[in-house]
């Protein structure tokens, strides 16, 4: 069993960080970061603790006086100021600078509660709904805590043991509203995330049923022959034996596959593999190992039980006997045969042996490291067992209730975690249990899943519940469908944040605040969410209007030109306004100059295409560099990692740049096809002239073709050698342009379920586009939500 926590750092911080007496410590780790020690006997501690991983930070620029019995420590940010004795509120305070312009700060003193912006939570099992969220490192008063002194210590060969003594450990978060490099200085203190492997990222086929291998095997080549792309095959507990001697007890752990449902493990895993699949198996290991599994007479051997006494093998997390043999004699024989990683569903609270010690925390831990020996990241698939189990993706948030509620509450409980480094939620797409057959909802969760960390549809046994798109109404099959390959056709995109979020800090999904700080607007849409480096998310989380067959997401939109990624709409930003789509769309902004890659490999595999299209938008520079490997997961290196740059310089011309690919240009195809996807611009009747395409320092032509309805210009180019360059000039310029007011007016009224005549009177008033249209058209109809929508297409900054 591996447990080299190296990977993070160095647990001891320098000494040059340390001020320190008898009794306490102080160590500057940044100029916004003090670790606070008090221990009676004088021992601190330099080992890593369950949630503090690396100290060992450059040290910054700081003052140290002492006088009048006070202790003063100033760094760029931050003034501390100690008396002695045990930490208590009037001995010790620490005030932050929040605006070095304005000289705004903030004090705080011992004891003084934080409030904080929230990160997230254990579990969403049962629940209907909002829950309160666990502490987060985020705050608009500028500081957070993160209070050590209770966790567990890991030694040097790797193994928690408890501290000993009742000594304080506590790290001061003092970087106002610089919440980004916050969160990156977390990470180095805590452990980065780990890199996921890019099959991750696409979707994953859940389901709570006693499937046989016939039957999976069935629908597997079902989603193939409907173009219906899954990268991962989640094989709920019904895997293995459950009806089992009652003697034994309950069948909710179990290790023994059921030869009944599978009669040949290793075929069935293999034949998985071959359809491109990654495998995870639940396991409810709390029962421990009981004698009617296969693998117990090997467990007891291994823990020194008679195998013929038939006692069971107790689970012990705390135990490192127990620990060693639950890998090797459980696990990794099955992992010889196929199985990938291992959904692990702990359920039973939070004690062990050792006070203080959660076995949810444990398992996750040794988990993951185990899954690491063979070299890589690693992947495990588990609960939230508190700060730093980012370090343990992926997250399972639990069984959660269908309803409408459950669906408001998880865009913001998953951006939310962002404020604890924790990016990788896999949430129950679409409900786990309860609710009532609802086609809209299905949709609307199953677009939310895809711009979520990671995209899992799932569903109890219940057989009314399948999230198979065919089970839904037409219109909620084809929109499930198409946003299910979408997701596919994202893996470049969501594999170069993945990438950024691991070696960069920066997760997938940030709160609005994140990147808006100063902005009030930014703390008030907590649904609404930034979505990798390019996009904007607005999840819809209301029902249609049965009526105008719209339905509507308040938004604040920052400030800048975005346009919406599916129907060409502009939108000025630096305000707020409600967002109408039809059930087959949700509000995805794309900022100005901004460059999203898809994959168009046509299989819906995840791996690198030999076909790439790319969107983007115009009115300003953009630059995106795509990042791919060759599948491992095992370092930032040359040999590993090859990127492909992409340049937009927007102004009276226009030339869009892909460098040649630099680094292991092995793991990519040596030729690859390039859609480039020019949207939102005027060009058939601009008058200016084809573009220069280069490859490689020669003109070349390109199949040109423009749709004049979304004001895309297409250019194709194919099978070119991935090392050389493409330049695509446009030196006579291009506007920018959105689709035709009177065509989307058109469009949504026609939908409406109202009567003919008044709709006719609507459209006219549209067409004349006079700028008292809307109060025309606000005097005719009370529908809001068809005003409303009429009113956002008339708000357009294009004329």
Known sequence: MVRDIKRYGSPAGRESAFIQGPDYRFTVLTSSLIRMEYNEKGN??????????????????????????????????LQVKYRGGKFAEEGLSIRTILNQETGENRLWRWGDEIKDLGGTARTLDEVDGAISLEHGMISKDGCTLIDDSASMVITEDGWVTPRGGDGLDVYFFGYGRRYQECIRDFYRLCGNTPLLPRWALGNWWSRYHKYTEEEYKRLM?????????????????????????????????????????????????????????????NVHPADGVRAHEEAYPRMAKALGIDPDSEKTVEFDVTDRRFLEAYFDVLHHPM???????????????????????????????????????????????????????HRYPVGFSGDTIISWESLRFQPY????????????????????????????????????????????????????SGKEPWNFNKRAEMIMKDFLRLRHELIPYLHTANRRASLEGCPLIRPLYWEEPEQKEAYEFPNEYYFGSELLVIPITERLDREADLAGAKAWIPEGLWFDYQNSRIYQGGKQMTLYRTLEQMPVLAKAGAIIPRSLDGKGSTENPDCMAVDIFPGADGCFTIWEDDGRTDGDTVERWVSTRLVLEWGSSVRFAVSGAKGNRSAIPQRRSWKLNFRNVEFADSGFAVPAVIIGGSRTDAALSYDEASKILMLELSEIPTEKNIEVCFETGMRVAAADRVDQAYEILNRAQISYDKKEAMFEAVKKQRGDALLTILSMEENTTLTGALAEIMSDPLP
């Not at 620029?61 to 760094?75: A, H, S």
């Not at 203080?356 to 993951?368: A, E, K, V």
């Open 44 to 77: 601190f501690e330099d080992r890593a603790t369950q949630i503090v991983m690396n100290r060992d930070f450059q040290v910054p620029e700081f003052d140290v006086i002492k006088e009048n019995g006070i202790l003063t420590i100033t760094t760029e940010f």
């Open 221 to 281: 080549v079902r989603f193939q022959r409907e173009r219906i792309p899954f990268s991962v095959a989640v094989i709920d507990m019904d895997w293995h034996l459950v009806d089992i001697p009652a003697k034994y007890g309950s069948g909710w752990t179990g290790y023994t596959w059921n030869k009944e449902l599978f009669p040949d493990p290793p075929e069935f895993l293999a034949w998985l593999h071959e359809q491109g699949l990654k495998v995870t198996l």
């Open 335 to 389: 992992e010889g045969e196929g199985v990938d990683f291992w959904w692990v569903d702990w359920q039973q609270g939070k004690k062990t042996r050792i006070p203080g010690l959660d076995p949810l925390w444990m398992l996750n831990h040794y988990h993951y490291l185990d899954s690491t020996r063979k070299g890589g990241a690693g992947l495990t698939f588990s609960r939230y067992a508190g700060i730093g189990s």
């Open 413 to 464: 409980f998953t951006a939310s975690a962002s404020n604890v480094g924790y990016g990788w939620w896999s949430h129950d797409i679409g409900g786990h249990m309860m609710g009532a057959r609802d086609d809209e909802l299905a949709v609307r969760w199953v677009q939310l899943g895809v711009f979520s960390p990671i995209n899992r549809l799932h569903s109890t046994s219940n057989p009314f």
